[in-house]
Each structure stands twice: as C-alpha cells, then as structure tokens.
C-alpha cells in the first residue's frame, strides 16, 4: 500500500498552461505539505495544511494554489506556467508538526515546462 | 532565519570505507534534527533524528548525534556499500511556532565496488 501518492509522476506542458498535481496520503495524519525540488536537488518548502488549515505559506508565486478538500488530500494548481516552474514537485505528510516528528513523502511528480 | 549548511558533494568512496558527511545548523531554540535519504528516483526517506542534545540517532549502520555546543549533526558509517549511494539530506524543524521544516542543500554519495 503507497502512504502517500502522488499524480501524475511525469508531467510535460506548454508555457502559460494551467496543471494540477494530487495528492493524497493513507496514514491518517494531519499535516501535509507540497515541496519544490530544483535540479541541484535543493528542497524548498512551499505549503503546508494542517487539518484543512494553511499553515506554511513561503514566497511562492500567487500562480500556484494549494486546495486540501480533506485531511487525506493536498492538491497543487498552477497558472500560466514559466519555464522557471519545472521542477520535482513533492508532496509530504506527518502527524502533527514537523518538530520532532517523521515526514512521509511521497515518489514526486517531475514537471517540465517547455 | 533557520538554516542547515552541508558539506557539498559528491562524496566518492570505495565500498567498506567510513562515510562522515557534515551538517552545521543555526536555529532558535531547540531543533529537532534529521537526516533523509533520496534514492534514485525517489521521495524522501527518514533515515534517523535526534529532538535533543547528545540524542543519537541510529538506522541501518548510520548514525548522528546531536551537539548543541557545536551545532552540528555529522553523519556517519563504518562501512559504506554501493546500495547506499544516494543524496542525503540534513534538516531540523526549530521550537518556534511555525515549526518551518528546513532542509540543507543535500550531499551526493557515490559508493564503487
């Protein structure tokens, strides 16, 4: 059983498209969390929701929503796509806080913008 | 703010060699630490934490104690194999409200047989 998954895993759109990614997770926590992976592999955090609640919102361009219509679920919009947007988009979860506690991430979803 | 530096990769070793691969932090408060581990391909992976100082975290041969007087979180094995290439990552959540998660820049490791 995957804890969390992602769709799709690869992704290849055009400039100034609008894509989702979904997410969701099968180990009932409460917090997830959608990171950005560039390709020298730094990890930067993007959002995080704690039971439905936007808790994490880093400087992210307002291009980019996060919806979580469920604990179970954290899906990623993104408008007019940018060159600059592909990346390995990873979706996470934990019960309760980061601090002290284990996230769960899931396989990534690659994005090319071409 | 919050952060992790890393020593910058790839770490090249032969199989059964030692592995240290540092990570100094600065944080407020107490951190809690960790270290993941992306495989090829993949998510990330916990592969150990410590939430307070001289904790020692240990998993599958690899271990990392917390220093609080160094603010460090070094982490090593005795005896690498070509299964543990892959980019490891330091990361410490803070004790401020937040709980921000942040992650360091992440260290290849290339093992050869």
Redesign the interface.
């Known amino acids: 059983d995957t804890a969390v998954s992602q769709t799709p895993k690869y992704l290849v759109t055009q400039m100034g498209n609008d894509k989702s990614i979904k997410c969701e997770q099968n180990l009932g926590h409460d917090t997830m969390y959608w990171y950005k992976q560039d390709s020298k592999k730094f990890l930067k955090i993007m959002f995080s929701y704690n039971n439905k609640e936007l808790i994490i919102n880093e400087t992210v361009p307002n291009r980019f929503s996060p919806k979580s219509p469920d604990k179970a679920h954290l899906n990623l919009h993104i408008n007019s796509l940018e060159l600059g947007d592909s990346a390995v988009y990873f979706c996470a979860s934990s019960q309760g806080t980061p601090r002290g506690n284990e996230q769960f991430f899931g396989p990534g979803t690659r994005l090319t913008v071409l | 703010g919050d952060s992790v530096t890393q020593m910058e990769g790839p770490v090249t070793l032969s199989e059964e060699a030692f592995l240290t691969i540092n990570c100094t932090y600065t944080a407020t408060g107490y951190?809690?630490l960790?270290w993941?581990v992306?495989y090829p391909?993949?998510?990330?992976?916990?592969l150990l934490?410590a939430?307070k100082a001289d904790d020692k975290g240990s998993n599958k041969g690899f271990e990392a104690t917390y220093r609080k007087e160094t603010t460090s979180f070094h982490l090593e094995k005795g005896s690498v194999q070509v299964s543990d290439s892959a980019?490891y990552?330091c990361a410490l959540?803070?004790?401020g409200g937040?709980?921000?998660?942040t992650?360091g820049?992440?260290t290849?490791l290339i093992v050869h047989p």
């Open positions: 951190p809690s960790f993941y992306q391909g993949e998510g990330l992976q916990l934490k939430t980019v990552f959540s803070a004790s937040s709980y921000i998660p992650f820049r992440g290849s």
